[in-house]
């Protein structure tokens, strides 16, 4: 069950009552994932499954890594580049709502409560999505995973 003071903060922004659903379902129907402490592209797939029966007709997809044609890029993030990327830094977005080839509406990143990544480091990837490839809302989402999962945390960058 989303919290009320979780459940307010989604209300904010126009796509945050469809999130909110699709959270709910995930709580729910994939509960044993979180419990289990599931890889996190288990997770935000089943959550993208669920989001994608509320946002239609726009298109909800994981880790895609297209600006177009060509593979989306963020400038000066500080994360370590792979070899041979020396201007830019490919991004893997976990979950993003868009038409395919043309308008993006939002960008969620995802973290487990057991990650020992900074969340600063998530929200600065939405800020940077939100400000390099135009994404008009993005939304960070801590997972509780263990014995009782739930919402850590949310809140729209």
């Known amino acids: 069950m ?10 904010r922004e126009e796509s945050g009552l469809a999130v909110a659903n699709a959270l709910e379902i995930l709580l729910r129907e994939d509960r044993h994932l ?5 890889n996190e592209r288990s997770i935000t797939f089943r959550f993208a499954m669920h989001l994608q029966q509320q946002v239609r007709p726009w298109h909800v997809d994981c880790e895609y890594n297209r600006n177009g044609l060509v593979p989306k890029r963020l400038f000066m993030l500080p994360l370590d580049p792979g070899r041979g990327d020396e201007e830019a830094r490919t991004v893997f977005p976990d979950v993003i709502v868009h038409q395919r080839g043309g308008e993006n509406r939002l960008v969620i ?5 057991s ?3 900074p ?3 998530d ?4 800020r940077n999505y939100k400000e390099q490839l135009r994404y008009p809302h993005g939304l960070f989402i801590v997972l509780e995973v263990g ?5 850590k945390h949310l809140e729209w960058i």
């Open 2 to 11: 989303i919290k009320p003071e979780h459940l307010e903060i989604l209300q």
């Open 34 to 38: 979180l419990q289990i402490d599931a």
């Open 109 to 113: 990143e995802f973290k487990k409560s």
């Open 115 to 117: 990650s020992t990544v």
């Open 119 to 121: 969340y600063e480091t």
């Open 123 to 126: 929200k600065e990837k939405l």
């Open 147 to 151: 014995a009782n999962p739930g919402i």
